[in-house]
């Protein structure tokens, strides 16, 4: 998807190259042809120039909400979420460590080391 954005990107640039080339030679031969003055034609090409910017901004804008809104219907996560939940993991393993601080020291890690759990299981379904 990153890509077919970058592409999108790309081809709206070159539009805008464009049309700033052939905005710049219209109003040349304008100038040439003595239908408007130098001034004049720098008046327009500076409201056409400020037009076309307005109009990018606002197609950059929706091109980034529609963005948002397809990751977001894709229930995708968002950088700031996944920064969150890894902040969390760090934090969980630095409390695990604190409980068990031998899986540091590189001794193997059973599932049958559970007698020494510092919270013991206790069988909801057994009255103990």
Do not use: C
Request: no cysteine; aromatic share 8%; hydrophobic share 35%.
């Amino acid at each position: 998807m990153s890509d077919l954005l970058k592409k999108g990107f790309l081809i709206g640039l070159g539009a805008a190259v464009t049309s700033k080339e052939k905005a710049e030679k219209y109003f040349n031969e304008l100038i040439v042809k003595g239908k408007v003055t130098p001034d004049e034609a720098n008046e327009m090409f500076d409201a056409f120039e400020k037009k076309g910017n307005e109009t990018n901004e606002q197609w950059n804008r929706r091109s980034k909400e529609k963005a948002q809104q397809f990751f977001s219907d894709m229930d995708i996560a968002t950088k700031t979420e996944v920064a969150a939940l890894e902040a969390r993991i760090n934090e969980l393993e630095t409390r695990l460590s604190a409980l068990h601080p031998q899986a540091d020291a590189g001794a193997p890690e059973t599932d049958t080391d559970l007698e020494n759990d510092p919270v013991p299981y206790k069988d909801p379904d057994k009255n103990e």
